[in-house]
């Protein structure tokens, strides 16, 4: 994966760093991503489409991770950024992201955030309802400003993923239905009111997608919807966003494209659909969130305790689990990992890797394939650096691990670990019970 070496200890390195020496500096469980991967994705994702002369952003899904360190590199490496809550948006703003890179996403944004990204000047919102239509027309009134919008449409696509992370289908929570006349009764409305600037529409229709057809498929009804407004209205989109969803290796029954081979199957497409029906081509614009940090993301746990069932199977617990790892429990995620401080020895032995929460479903992988594995070795699990810490919590009070950032044999704290004082900053002081001294 990335740059993951093994160094001549055997131990397994990251970004040019040893896991083992980062283990014993910031303990475990510890989230190193490779950032140099990171950077190489974006770069990818970016000239796919400059190599084809395509007008494009590339904004990163930052639901996949936020914190202050991954904006600023995501404005480092030129991103756009697209966020889904008024706590997102507020930790970009303060890592110094300019605003008018960051589009507003969300299929319930309250007033607050919409007035939040008003006045920070954000550079579109995606309009997911007709609700929001209607304040963000009376915000702009308010505030005196005009507003980019997209326009959020499902166009009927199942891509083949799971139930929970498919979000293009006609019965979904987000978005206007393309094909019942929603989506065109909010082009109306949003045409008839003052400030409003229709760019374009938008769709994602969901994650770990591997099957470019799906993408070619909503490209295609989009155009449709597109075109179909230029001739009846006169009105040209000059954006297409087609969403994120890029699928990644998770383990070896995995096999997604590149990032240059998605981008370029999807330009295709449109410029076919496009020179179909005489449409003038859009900027397309993308949002990756797991195939930029996924793959760059790895968890270090260290080995605790063991149970043998027999004839079953033995489970290898670690100090982590489904609080900073949920996929799992919740998706049937899988996962591959490794022993970091023995790299050499033959991974042959069976483990289900389980975690340290009061849950037999806190399972991280079945089935690893590990060296003998004791007390204190240490453990670590691939491809965790998407929706891993952005879907963390504290169940069971245990505190989220540290994050750090490798690139050039060089590391620094992304996020520090929480502390038992961390956990209860956020309680309020019990109430002294019955008389004094009690
Ligand atoms: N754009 C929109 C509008 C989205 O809803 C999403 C993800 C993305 C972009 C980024 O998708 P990505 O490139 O990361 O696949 N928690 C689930 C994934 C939920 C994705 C939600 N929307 C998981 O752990 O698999």
Known sequence: YGTQTINSKGHLEIGGTDTVRLADEHGTPLIVYDTGLIRSRARAFKKAFSDEGVPAQVAYASKAFSCLAIYRLAEEEGLALDVVSGGELFTAIRAGFPAERIHFHGNNKSREELRMAFEQGVGCIVADNF????????????????????????????????????????????????????????????????????????????????????????????????????????????VLNLGGGFGIRYTEDDHPLEPDEY????????????????????????????????????????????????????????????????????????????????????????????????????????????????????????CTGAYGYAMASNYNRLPRPAVVFAENGEHRLAIRRETYEDLIRLDAEPAAVGKEGM
């Open 131 to 238: 609700m929001e239509i209607g304040m963000i027309g009376e915000l702009s009134k308010e505030t005196g400003r005009g507003m980019d919008v997209l326009i959020r449409v499902t166009p009927g696509i199942e891509a083949h993923t799971h139930d929970y992370i498919t979000t293009g289908q006609e019965d979904s929570k987000f978005g206007f239905d393309l094909n019942n006349g929603q989506a065109d009764e909010a082009l109306r409305i949003l045409s008839e009111t003052p400030g409003m600037h229709v760019l374009g529409l938008h769709c994602h229709i969901g994650s770990q997608i591997f099957d470019t057809e799906a993408f070619g498929l909503a490209a295609r009804s989009l155009i449709g919807k597109m075109d179909a407004w230029r001739r009846e209205k006169g009105f040209v989109c000059p």
């Open 263 to 382: 981008v370029r199957s999807m330009i295709l497409t449109v410029k076919a659909a496009a020179a179909e029906t005489g449409y003038p081509l859009p900027e397309i614009w993308i949002e990756p969130g797991r195939s930029l940090v996924g793959d760059a993301g790895t968890t270090l746990y260290t080995a605790g305790s063991m149970k043998t069932v027999p004839g079953i199977r033995t489970y290898l617990a670690v100090d982590g689990g489904m609080s900073d790892n949920i996929r799992p429990a919740l998706y049937g995620a899988e996962y591959t990992a490794a022993l970091a401080n023995r790299m050499k020895l033959p991974h042959d032995t069976r483990y289900t890797i389980a975690g340290k929460c009061c849950e037999s479903g806190d399972k991280l992988i079945e089935n690893a394939r590990l060296p003998e594995t004791s007390e204190g070795d240490l453990v670590a699990v691939f």
